[in-house]
């Protein structure tokens, strides 16, 4: 799988985001993850370091992605 990152704004402070899970993003999520590979969709509430992450789903195939991405009219 090429890393990509897709996302939307869902409003002023959050953004629903398809993408790979840097460590960053990982501490963020304050979730454990097993298998940090492939994509995943989470939301993004605020920006910077005070950003706060849910993980909402593990994303395992290129077609999957394609799907949520269009689905979700993702730039």
Known sequence: MDEF???VNIDADR???LA????RRLAM???EIIDATGY???EQH???EFARVEILAHVM???AV???RSQFNMA
Do not use: I, N
């Open 5 to 7: 990152y897709y996302s």
């Open 15 to 17: 953004k629903l985001c």
């Open 20 to 23: 790979p899970l840097t460590e």
């Open 29 to 31: 999520a304050g979730q």
């Open 40 to 42: 995943f969709l989470y």
């Open 46 to 48: 605020g920006e910077g």
């Open 61 to 63: 195939t290129d077609e």
């Open 66 to 68: 394609g799907r949520l």
